[in-house]
């Protein structure tokens, strides 16, 4: 039996106040991105320093990136509706997989870039000038970062949240920079701008590599981690009337956490007291679980199925031996 599949109160919209806060989030992301493009760009030209331009490169991938999570946010804050009863929550893990594109291509640009330098070393023209662009980077990164993770903890985003890290690194690339260009400016040690090249394309690289694989995670449905699996069957078990739970399969897409799972109740109840069991278990998870849209099915105690997909995982979690019966 299903309670409340598509409950209104999944669609954070635009207009709420955590929709309100995810387009601010985005907006100044797409706004330090594009400041950082034109200060890089001129301090490259002038300096001609390799770790700039990968730090310049960097900037306009964040440009594109944060563009890209804009119109995901945008989109995955738009309410079910007909065609999308679960929603629009995929926009996120899309614009995901569509950033570690963009940022592989640009690490392998930096690894050729870095490796025709490392054979034609050059010293490096007006140091300081690079040197203080990257400050004001790091100033406007923090700035940045720090509404960030303002608004994550007020909306849980997963695509914001992935911003956030993203540019967290950036700060510490941004440091890596500063100190390529003082050893190459002041302790002429050309060699340090392409070699520093080098290391800041491998992390790029890295960080595509986990934005990917968490993109596809989503995308796939893959279940929650074992430990928030181990806590829906807790709050659902602590109901007195409740048996035993079974069946559970969850998913995460966007803001919303979807979780079914089927109950065990005692063969004599009517059908109105297990509906109100039932019901009181789906608050129960939903204040456990905020934004989650919960489907329970009901079953008299006993009962054994054939159509269990997950009796292995709930014989490890304690569940009845018996439910494996033919499967085994």
Known sequence: MSL????????????????????????????VAGSLILIKLLAWALTDSVALLSSLVDSTLDAMASLVTLMAVRQALVPADHDHRFGHGKAEPLAGLAQAAFITGSGLFLVAEAVQRLGRPAPVDNGPLGIAVMVISIALTLGLVAFQRHVVKKTASVAITADSVHYTGDILLNGAVIVSLLLSAYGGITVADPLFALAIAAYLIHNAWGIGREALDLLMDRELPEEERQRILEVVRAHPEVIDAHDLRTRSSGLNTFIQVHVEMPRDLSLLAAHDIAHQVQRDLERAFPNADVIIHQDPAGLVEPHHVDHAYDHRQGGHPERNAGFE
């Open 4 to 31: 409340d599949e598509t409950p209104a109160r999944l669609a954070l919209g635009t207009d709420t106040p955590e929709g309100r806060l995810m387009r601010q989030a985005t907006y100044a992301s797409v706004g």
